[in-house]
């Protein structure tokens, strides 16, 4: 379908830019524009929270290297402490060494023994001569490991920040498309929802109908009913006026007696 319209879309923008003499470069370019946007709207939610959910899968080759990376400096770290430390105790026991000589030729002896052996003062002084060189440049490399091991233990302290909030940020992600995930659920169970909405005009039609019939029938059987009661027969017999009088006093008197009882009932 999208390589239909990518076609059609190109058809029409040469013929359109033959037809008015604009560039077709233009067409093209807002042609290829619009189709993205159209292909972009097209996917689907749930398939581009997939593809979400396998870029932070991905994270998880990233994290590895850079833990392994993070456990080695780790291990060299400690190598140069182990390192340093141990250069510092050999110090110690040169500077202690050389101190010793200088004391004993400070003495103004011409000859010393040492373990055993003697040694005369020329030899002694070559000795502290050497001794206090090789002190130096001991100490030269201990302040060189010192900076190392000082620069190597900032840096992985920096690397184990930045992998920590690494690993927070892919929890923080993880979180938020479980969210999105929830929110497409409830969206698509709304829309189902909403097409669910039947047709109930046949119905409401044959409702209709029923009422009519039955309004029909009431009509029928009414006029049926005053037929019957106005106009069922002949009355054979005469109307006689010999209790009129009785009945309109009788009328009256009833007509009295109600008064009676209304004005009671309002006293």
């Known amino acids: 379908m999208l390589k239909k319209a990518i076609v059609a879309g190109g058809a029409v923008a040469l013929l359109s830019s033959l037809a008015v003499g604009v560039p ?75 101190e010793r000589l200088t004391d004993d030729l400070r003495g103004g002896d011409q000859h010393f023994v040492y373990a055993g052996r003697s040694y005369s003062s020329n030899q002694v002084k070559e000795d502290l001569k050497n001794r206090f060189k090789r002190f130096k440049t001991r100490r030269a490399t201990a302040d060189k490991l010192q900076q190392m091991l000082s620069a190597r233990e900032s840096s992985l302290a920096s690397a184990e920040t930045r992998m920590e909030e690494m690993l927070n940020a892919k929890r923080q992600l993880e979180v938020e498309i479980e969210n999105l995930q929830a929110r497409v659920g409830a969206l698509r169970v709304a829309q189902t929802a909403s097409d669910l909405n039947l047709d109930d005009s046949h119905l409401s039609q044959t409702r209709r109908l029923l009422d009519e019939i039955a309004t029909d029938i009431d009509v029928k059987e009414e006029t049926m009913r005053v037929d019957v009661e106005y106009f069922g027969g002949i009355d054979l017999d005469e109307p006689s006026d010999e209790h009129l009088l009785d009945d309109i006093a009788t009328y009256f008197g009833d007509q009295e007696q109600s008064s009676e009882l209304v004005s009671i009932q309002v006293d």
Do not use: H
Request: with cysteine; net charge positive.
């Open 24 to 98: 077709l470069a233009s067409y093209t370019k807002c042609g290829v524009s619009y189709l993205k946007e159209s292909a972009s709207e097209a996917v689907p939610l749930e398939w581009k929270i997939k593809q979400a959910r396998q870029m932070i899968a991905d994270l998880k080759p990233e994290i590895t290297k850079n833990a392994k990376r993070i456990a080695t400096e780790k291990i060299e770290v400690v190598r140069l402490q182990k390192e340093f430390e141990e250069t510092q105790t050999k110090l110690v026991k040169a500077q202690s060494d050389i």
